[in-house]
């Protein structure tokens, strides 16, 4: 089984630390992993994007082109990547910062307000993690333990804090 992830959105919204996140996860799980980032010239609110591939077999290559999961932070990132979804994949979109509706019938469509629930939470910058714990909690992709092994590589023993507030958001992703 392979799955073909794209994170998209602008810098500063945590696209390469969620790709990261799930690498580790599925290193933790067991998995071949890949993590591609793209990120425009501007960097902090430029375009960015992060490919990630989890599979059971060896990877043939690193960058996403037909995702099994579009995970979009904003309009323009779900405007440019839908059309590339495989039929039957996953969209995820944070609707705090993407009003663009999706009109596709064959893709599943999980809309949520991850910014403004990241805001309203204490968790300043956590969309993308409530956007990765919906994720979990409808495809089972990876399960919470490798995501909570994947906080505890990635993010340094001296913010406990940061590791406290990644897996409430993605406690909040799950329950929504």
């Known amino acids: 089984m392979t799955d073909n992830i794209l994170i998209a959105g602008f810098g500063g919204q945590g696209i390469l630390f969620a790709g990261k996140i799930l690498v580790y996860a599925g290193m933790a799980s067991g998995k071949e992993v890949s993590w591609l980032p793209s990120y425009g010239p501007e960097m902090r609110g430029g375009t960015c994007n992060c490919s990630v591939v989890i599979s059971d077999e060896p990877i043939g290559s690193p960058l996403v082109i037909t995702p099994d999961v579009l995970i979009a932070l904003n309009t323009p990132s779900l405007e440019k990547f839908i059309n590339n979804v495989k039929p039957g994949g996953v969209v995820l979109i944070d609707t705090t910062m993407c009003d663009a ?13 991850a910014t403004e629930m990241a805001d309203t939470n204490d968790l300043k910058g956590g969309a993308n993690i409530i956007l990765l714990g919906k994720l979990l909690g409808e495809t089972k992709i990876l399960t919470e333990e490798a995501f909570a092994k994947a906080v505890e590589k990635v993010v340094p023993i001296s913010k406990p804090k940061l590791r406290e507030n990644d897996m409430r958001a993605l406690t909040l992703g799950m329950q929504y």
Do not use: G, Y
């Not at 509706?101 to 307000?113: C, N, W």
């Open 101 to 113: 509706k999706v009109t596709r019938e064959d893709v599943k469509v999980f809309a949520l307000p």
